[in-house]
């Protein structure tokens, strides 16, 4: 169950809306913060968005630069290696992540990929924290499989907001806000890949690497995520614009 | 010192690849320009241009200094340029990257020495009084093509641009404010404008009016400056791979086409802002150059 209510920084949460009747520990998500002793106050403006069942509470916007959580998937290019590490980007002009150069997929001293500067990387952040350097990781730590993630080789990196590939990854039931508050379920993938094949992948700082294959095939699938993302298209016109996208391709 | 984002290997191969194609990014074909978006403001001489994603404002002011000892019989023409961090976080104030400093040494160029703005009207007593010019442009938003956008921001802001009605009695000196004579605009002599060409894959694929992404990847650029009559002002080229002389040749005449085009819509918008400002009719009167 959802309900909707703008907040600018600093807005008191009306206790009305904080979920009762539970006896799960209130959470409480990005964007709110703790007032003591009873109160929640919005530090970022959006819509505030209440799942009972979680007794969860959190800020959904679609703005601002990507801060790096742990287990976040990322897509980040390499700058240059040192005797351990890649020296990674995510987002320009921030931080450096820190990538071993062990954490890929059964890698050891003599079979490690080699990554050349500017080569991007699919990866998990498996440290984040204030104070520190994020650090990345292309391997699950628990399986040592990779699970998709590693170099991404070919096709084409586009940028998108942040809230678009929140949407991208989540499932459809769990979308919070209907489109035209920004949010809305997104299946415009989903349409497209009924008649072509490509990959993709979202990193939720912003990134979408798509590959489809050739040239025409890889920018209709990215231009066609990026309309959707700047104009906010609905499920109906997401589902118009595979059509048309399809038709232009010829398949 | 902060450099502009690079684009990954993967960025740089899929855009060569392409270019190889005859596709480009954004659909555009080879040898056109983005959008171009001319607004003025409320004063006189302000122009916001918007070229893609890329936007410029000029603002063009003046005021009355002694002129240069030794250039008694002309006025002051200054341009100055500013990026501001705003427009990407590789620019800093106060310490000019290399692209501001090729932006205003070829303004410099394309303006100021081709005598666009005739500098001897600014004169009103020779060797005592002239008019200072000092044109400012503000980077508010990089994409690209900043070249292109800051000549046509700067050529527009100048067109527009009214200074202070004077008179000259003897030694005595009026000017006019605002509010007691219509101002009078500046004599431009011509009104050239920058084309860039970008050059890939050796000189095969030629691009006009590249974006921020298909700059960071081209092998080497070409600025032609030309006013509509096909009077070319400068050629300049700053490094990059050799390119043949024949090209050269296509670019200039691509290059009038893209001038007409160009100078054709700041026209076209000044006359729409000159009617807007034409409240009841009366500019024609009210102008000094009208014989009372």
Known sequence: MTSTLLLLPGDEVPSSLLPKGNHKPLVLGPGLRHAPPSSVRATVSGTLTVDARKNALWIETNRGRYIPHVNDLVIATVLRSSSDFYHCTITPHAAQANLPQLAFESATRKTRPQLAPGALVYARISSASRDMDPELSCVSASSGKADGLGPLKGGMLFDVSLGFCRRLLLSESKVPLPAEQGGGAVTILEALAEKIGFEVAVGRNGKLWVDGGDVKMTLAVGKALQQTDQERLTLDQQKKLAAKTLRELGS | ?292
């Open chain 2, 1 to 292: 010192m902060p450099r502009e984002a690079e684009l990954s290997l993967n960025e740089r191969e899929f855009l060569l690849q392409a270019l190889r194609e005859n596709v480009r990014l954004d659909g555009r074909p080879f040898d056109t320009f983005r959008n171009v978006e001319l607004k003025f403001g409320e004063e006189y001489g302000v122009a916001d241009v918007q070229l893609g994603k890329t936007r410029i404002v000029v603002r063009v002011s003046c005021d009355v200094t002694a002129p240069y000892p030794d250039r008694k019989f002309d006025g002051i023409f200054n341009i100055t340029t500013e990026f501001s961090p705003m427009a990407s976080p590789a620019f800093e104030v106060g310490r000019p990257n290399e692209s501001e400093v090729i932006l205003s040494r070829i303004l410099e160029k394309a303006i100021r020495r081709s005598s666009a703005l005739d500098t001897e009207s600014l004169c009103i007593i020779a060797g005592q009084k002239c008019f200072a010019v000092r044109a400012d442009i503000h980077v508010l938003d990089h994409d690209g093509g900043l070249v292109d956008a800051a000549c046509i921001a700067l050529i527009a802001a100048l067109q527009h641009f009214r200074r202070p009605d004077v008179t000259v009695e003897g030694e005595n000196v009026t000017v006019y404010s605002l509010r007691e004579r219509e101002p009078v605009p500046l004599a431009m002599l011509h009104h050239p404008l920058c084309v860039t060409f970008s050059y890939f894959h050796s000189g095969e694929v030629v691009l006009v009016d590249a974006t921020l992404a298909e700059e960071q990847v081209r092998e080497s650029e070409v600025i032609v400056t030309m006013n509509r009559h096909g009077e070319i002002c400068q050629i300049a080229k700053y490094g990059g791979s050799p390119i043949d002389a024949v090209s050269l040749l296509t670019c200039t005449s691509s290059a009038l086409g893209k001038v007409q085009a160009l100078w054709k819509y700041i026209q076209e918008k000044l006359d729409e802002d000159a009617k807007k400002r034409d409240a009841g009719g009366l500019m024609a009167e009210l102008s000094a150059e009208n014989a009372r």
